[in-house]
């Protein structure tokens, strides 16, 4: 995933590292979501954040698999206003209208079909 300053050793990349978040997700999403191929330094100070605020890896696993729980993640059910929707690395790490960080709601199933 380019270039990376993450101090670690050859392989699988050390867990709470910006590298580490990028290849779980890669791993992890659904087929329809987007690879991140880049890790920039403004996607490195997103990541870097969001791992402070959530450390533990299998709460980020929990967040990529469940895009594969929702139609609406995946692009296969739009809305009004989100015809061309699909969710990416850099969506997840952002807040919604309502200030709250998407990847919360995904985590905690907002966006699961029923």
Same mark, same amino acid.
């Given at each position: 995933?380019? #270039? *990376? *300053?993450?101090?670690?050793?050859?392989?699988?990349?050390? !867990?709470? $590292?910006?590298?580490?978040?990028?290849?779980?997700?890669? /791993?992890? $999403? /659904? *087929? =329809?979501?987007?690879?991140?191929?880049?890790?920039?330094? /403004?996607?490195?100070?997103? @990541?870097? &954040?969001?791992? /402070?605020?959530?450390?533990?890896?299998? !709460? !980020?696993?929990?967040?990529?698999?469940? $895009?594969?729980?929702? &139609?609406?993640?995946?692009?296969? &059910? #739009?809305?009004?206003?989100? =015809?061309?929707?699909?969710?990416?690395?850099? !969506?997840?790490?952002?807040?919604?209208?309502?200030?709250?960080? #998407?990847? %919360?709601? %995904?985590?905690?199933?907002?966006? @699961? *079909?029923?």
């Amino acid at each position: 995933v380019g #270039n *990376d *300053d993450d101090v670690e050793t050859p392989g699988t990349p050390t !867990w709470g $590292t910006p590298r580490a978040l990028v290849e779980l997700y890669n /791993a992890e $999403t /659904a *087929d =329809e979501c987007p690879e991140v191929r880049t890790l920039s330094p /403004a996607r490195r100070v997103k @990541a870097t &954040k969001y791992l /402070a605020m959530f450390p533990d890896r299998e !709460w !980020w696993e929990e967040v990529f698999v469940n $895009t594969k729980r929702s &139609k609406f993640l995946r692009g296969l &059910k #739009n809305s009004p206003g989100h =015809e061309h929707f699909i969710v990416d690395f850099d !969506w997840l790490l952002s807040k919604g209208k309502d200030q709250s960080e #998407n990847c %919360v709601k %995904v985590h905690d199933g907002k966006y @699961a *079909d029923p």
